[in-house]
């Protein structure tokens, strides 16, 4: 078949333009299988054409179609919902326990909820006759495209298959065809309840009607192939879309969990190297059938590869989910002769394990990662376009010149950020006390402020700003220059040891930097030099939270393994860390 992407599902009708090369009686075999033909007198007062768009109806009382039966075994509990829109995505696999799993579908299940209430629309929970679907069709004229609507509902309910054969029956005995758009819907169910007969007959019927598919399609016969035994067949496919664009990480993630499956372990090596050659990265899933076939297949190549996924790991910065964590764990205690045994743990501030004490790697940057990252960050963020437009190359200048005729600083201070932790003090007061606070410390300090601070209003009294300045030295920037700039310069300029003090994540800035390599270090030296104020009572008490001594990244000492891991149905931003960690330990 040839391939082909249109924007949307409208643009297939343009199929019924291409012919089919198959018999007649083929065609006739195939839909046969699909709807239930009760004779051929019934069927000869439908015509048949040769456009692709042809369709055998079915007999208006034949409403049970194909045995419904299923798989016994689920594909590891890590189903994707089904494509529930008429769009071309991929379909990719969906974990329970991946990182906001909960959230997505509490969202899935109200958005739902609020549809189906506005178009009125439930699928019936048994199959309805033709003249059934009829009468229910009539009842929502107003709603365009009624069995579009409907199977679309069918999928995010998760309706019996029986309930959707039913409604295509309707369709084929009203139309004299089942649309490219409708068997796409259909599919999705099927793959979706794992219905392999059915996935069969409707990709023989694909193949049968239509001389081209698109992108939706070929990902949904992938993802429902390569769990079954004409799962080579799914290779096939993927050569078919590589011919026109790159794969998906999830159709590369099928072909893989059905080379594992089936013990073809350089195959889906393979596939694994060719996908990260493209720049994709794996689905957890994917990982996690890599590790759950190694505790069933004992292969010291296999071994090799694992070792490396969790090397992979460890240089991209990814964190596996708790279905993956526990793959890796039982894979590690069932390898022959090696007695690791391994706890979930949480690593204290002091950065040691308190399962086997051994101490975490530092988060510091060694000289030449800080050299580098000094430089991308001078270039990109600070000399980069967006400075410019709140402040001017002269102003920054003159900071610079401000910075460099100063000793070198311990502490770099947002002022403005810091001055609003609270609304139960004066601004200024409130910028004051911690400044006193640290200065208390014998630490040099430099507070990042603004001309408005020095103009004397309730917000910024002067004696309480002139206080300041003999505790600390105080670059005040025009009103509406950008200060983050600034705050990254002095804290660089003055060395490794400095911290910055604010609750500006530096998002925006960190997304500046030209390459992934960067951002780790950017966001691996953050980690280890923002500091953030976590409580302030005035005149009371003031704390900030502690800056982690050790890099939150798999890590190896060769009789030690430990892996930081997201917890069960826990959301985790990209710019947060897990705080779970899997302690592997060779006995």
Request: hydrophobic letters at 35%.
């Amino acid at each position: 078949m040839a391939f082909f992407r249109p924007t949307n599902f409208s643009g297939l009708q343009t199929l019924g333009k291409y012919h089919m090369f198959w018999p007649v009686p083929r065609r006739q075999q195939l839909f046969a299988v699909i709807f239930h033909l009760p004779n051929r007198e019934h069927v000869k007062c439908f015509p048949f054409t040769t456009t692709s768009q042809s369709a055998i109806p079915v007999d208006p009382k034949a409403t049970h179609l194909l045995s419904t039966k299923t798989r016994s075994e689920g594909r590891d509990g890590e189903e994707r919902e089904g494509r529930a829109r008429g769009d071309n995505s991929s379909p990719h696999p969906f974990s329970l326990f991946s990182a906001g799993a909960a959230k997505r579908r509490s969202k899935n299940q109200e958005e739902l909820l609020v549809r189906s209430k506005k178009n009125g629309i439930w699928p019936p929970e048994k199959p309805l006759s033709v003249a059934e679907w009829e009468e229910l069709r009539g009842e929502f004229k107003g709603i365009s495209k009624f069995e579009d609507v409907m199977l679309e509902q069918m999928i995010k309910c998760n309706s019996s298959i029986d309930v959707a054969k039913s409604l295509l029956s309707m369709v084929a005995m009203r139309k004299g065809d089942i649309s490219y758009n409708l068997l796409v819907k259909y599919l999705a169910l099927c793959v979706r309840q794992e219905q392999m007969a059915e996935v069969y007959d409707v990709y023989d019927i694909m193949k049968v009607r239509f001389k081209t598919l698109e992108t939706g399609a070929y990902s949904l016969l992938i993802k429902g192939l390569s769990g079954s035994d004409r799962w080579r067949e799914a290779l096939s496919l993927l050569e078919e879309i590589k011919k026109v664009m790159t794969p998906s990480k999830g159709n590369y993630g099928d072909c893989i969990k059905g080379a594992l499956d089936n013990q073809e372990i350089n195959l889906a090596c393979e596939l694994y190297y060719e996908m990260l050659a493209k720049d994709l990265i794996p689905n957890l899933g994917t990982l996690q059938v890599f590790f759950d076939t190694g505790k069933r297949v004992k292969d010291d190549q296999l071994k090799s590869e694992l070792l490396g996924i969790l090397l992979y790991l460890r240089e991209n910065q990814l964190y596996p989910g708790e279905a993956l964590m526990q793959s890796i764990k039982l894979w590690f205690e069932s390898i022959p002769g090696e007695k690791w045994e391994g706890h979930v743990t949480t690593i204290k501030n002091s950065g040691k394990c308190p399962i086997c004490n051994q101490n975490l790697e530092a988060i510091h940057l060694s000289q030449e990662e800080y050299s580098v990252l000094k430089q991308k960050i001078i270039k990109d963020v600070i000399q980069g376009t967006d400075t410019f437009r709140k402040t001017t190359p002269q102003e920054f200048e003159e900071f610079q010149n401000f910075v460099e005729n100063h000793p070198p600083y311990d502490i770099v201070i947002d002022g403005l950020n810091v001055a609003n932790v609270s609304n139960k003090r004066n601004q200024s007061q409130t910028l004051l006390d911690v400044v006193f606070h640290l200065a208390q410390q014998n630490l040099r300090l430099l507070v990042l402020g603004r001309k408005h601070m020095l103009t004397g209003s309730h917000s910024w009294k002067r004696h309480i700003v002139a206080a300041m300045q003999k505790k600390a030295d105080v670059f005040f920037a025009e009103n509406v220059s950008e200060d983050d700039p600034f705050l990254l310069y002095a804290t660089l300029h003055s060395g490794s040891h400095c911290k910055f003090l604010t609750r500006d994540l530096l998002r925006d800035h960190k997304a500046c930097l030209p390459d992934s390599l960067t951002r780790h270090l950017f966001f691996k030296w953050q980690r280890g030099h923002q500091m953030v104020l976590s409580h302030y009572w005035p005149g009371k008490r003031i704390t900030f939270q502690p800056i982690l001594t050790y890099d939150t990244v798999v890590q190896t000492t060769g009789d030690t393994w430990h892996i930081p891991y997201d917890e069960q149905l826990v959301e985790r931003y990209s710019y947060e860390v897990p705080t779970k960690w899997l302690c592997l330990q060779r006995k």
